[in-house]
């Protein structure tokens, strides 16, 4: 009988706990800017042409994304907006170390789904979460109405040259070459005054919620936060599209990318006007 009373009030403990987490609820809204070093010939580009490559880039450059978490989990998207027109005549394909569609992360079983679409496929990247190694400082400062600490942590990161190239002109391919790394440190500012393990994009692991972060070549910071919203919706892990762990679909994305690269070498300018490439990098 007593065993029975024990086992009553556990499963009532457990029940208790995971509605309180699914109970405590915020969003949070991010603006992400990245610095990238881009100079534009305008003697291979018509009249006007490279101030509406410059206002477009500034458009790509620069977005809103929503976190949607609770005590357990998250959910990160770029907020709905129109993608940045692009000048008539031109195709601009942006490569870069890629991002997510949507981005569920389970911090209490350390895992997370990543539904990307990439070149026209519809992708759900499953895998579990790295722990980040932070260092964490007793410097302080305020990011609207919260106390944020600082975190760092570094990372190994492939040499990317930014830069542009117009009908194909630049040598893109790096096949024959041993890529060259280096390491970059990793700046974020959390605040225990929302003590979740959340954060934007891929970062976690700090005792609050990250509001900003920076890499030295992008930076995120939240704009907004609402706690326990009235019309909060529910976190949804997503589960459409092909079902791959990280590593399977980077290797899909490098060879992508080889074959693009290829493509714009031998290609060099299409029937409607000027192909141009941008590459950021890390």
Known sequence: MKLLVKLIIVSTLLCVTKVNAQEFQGVATY????????????????SGMAEQMMEMLKKQFEKTYILTFNKEESVYKEDEALSAPQPQGMEVVMVSSGGSDVLYKNIQEKRYTNQNESFSKLFLIKDDLKAIEWTLASETKNIGDYTCFKATTTREVEVVESGISINGDKDLSTADKEPEMKEITITAWYTPQIPVSAGPGNYHGLPGLILEVNDGSETVICSKIVINPKNASNIVEPSKGK?????????????????????????????DGENIEIRIGG
């Open 243 to 271: 079902e791959l762990t990280q590593d399977a679909y980077d290797k899909i994305m490098e060879k992508k990318l080889k074959e693009m690269e290829e493509r714009f070498k031998s290609n060099g300018r299409d029937r």
């Open 31 to 46: 603006k992400s800017k990245r610095k990238v070093d881009i100079k534009l010939d305008s003697t291979q580009m018509a």
